[in-house]
Each structure stands twice: as structure tokens, then as C-alpha cells.
């Protein structure tokens, strides 16, 4: 499996319809998941939190469980597809996980620590500049291809410090594998004179390596 990811966290929504063309075989919930490894249906974890779009295929066994406030752990996949909207004339990209197989957790599970693990083998198909952020920490961005079981996502993905000097050094089309977590970001953009806030998905990278092809790179590039 090229693109696995392991999530507890608690329900923040009502079941609903996915949109677009997942409308009429998949159904949706908002899932919050502490970042710093807190427990989200403790009232006292402060967060930082992220929350993802969890996407269900409607004939999924134990849907009615799924309501607001409810502790769950479930293994997917994240998926993306691009979409044209047309209030803004542009092409979206619409990142969600899948999920295969999910429970409700028990009353001992609800009292464990959240989980955002992911692991991706893919294909490193663009990559963005290395930057130094006012912090002084180096950044770089990248799109990962991943071939999912059906479907093929490009997934964003952001690689921080010695971990983005060594993917700057590498070429696109390099195959590697990676772990971290999956974030949702909030970001303010200007439509004509109106700001916006929109939210976008991304993996964090906490480390990565090897493939045959990554090895050989690895010699190649000295790194």
C-alpha cells in the first residue's frame, strides 16, 4: 500500500454529503486531531488541532455511529482531484482521506492521545524553491505522485530544515518514501478587494528515505 494513514480523533460534524462528483456513493465528517499528540475530547487540551475531511462510502457498516463529539480511529488513504469552480474561474484541488475501515474507541481508547501518522511512497513529480522563513528555518514544498488503490493522488507535502536541503538537492521524477502527518492550514487570500480564509491540506514530513532509486540519487547527489 503506497498511501496509508492512521488517524484517532474526535467527530466536529454532523454526517453529510460529500460534494462534486462524490456526491452520490460517499458521505463526509469533519475529524479534529491534536497536533502536539493531546487528546481532542479532553476539554483542557488547548490545541493547536487540525481538521480533516474524512470521506466514507455510503455502504460502509456503522455510519449511524459516526456523530458530533464521537472518538474514532481509522486507517485510509489521502486522496486529491482537481475541480474547476466557477465562482473563481480556476482550478481547485480538493484533498480528503479516504477512509477503508474505521471503530468507534472504546472509553479506555478515548482517554489515549490523538494519532496522525502517515506513510507515502510516491514520486517527487515538482518541487519549490528552498526559503529560509523569518525564523531562520529552511522550508521547501514539494508534490508527491502517489499511486493510490484505484487513483492516483498529488499530494503537497512539506519537507523543514536538514530534510528540505536534501530534497532540494534531489530531481523530480526521484521515487522515495516518507512519513509524517497530515495538517490543515488556514491561509488569508485576496480576491479583488475582499480577503478570504481558506483552508488548505498538506503532509508534514518527519523523515523519509529509501527506495532503490532514492539510494542511487543519494550517491549520486552526495548528500
Known sequence: MNDKILLRGTV????????GRFKEDYLQVELKC??????????DCKGPFDVLKIYFQRDMSGLHLLTNDVKIQLIGEICTYSYFNKNSGKEHTNTFVMCRSFKVC????????DVDE???????????DLRITAAGKALTST?????GEGHTSFIP???????AEQVDELPEGITFNLSGRLQSR?????????????TTYEVVVHKFGMTENFIKALA???I
Open 220 to 222: 549520486q547527489y552526495s
Open 12 to 19: 466536529t460534524s454532523e454526517l453529510r454529503e460529500c460534494p
Open 143 to 147: 508534490i508527491m505522485k502517489v499511486m
Open 186 to 198: 488556514d491561509y488569508t487570500k485576496k480576491t479583488g478587494d475582499k480577503e478570504v480564509v481558506r
Open 157 to 163: 507535502c512539506i519537507f523543514w530544515q536538514r530534510h
Open 106 to 113: 472504546n472509553s479506555q481508547e478515548e482517554n489515549e492521545r
Open 34 to 43: 491534536s497536533r502536539r499528540g493531546g487528546n481532542s475530547k479532553d476539554v
Open 118 to 128: 502517515v506513510d507515502l511512497i510516491g514520486t517527487l513529480c515538482k518541487k519549490h
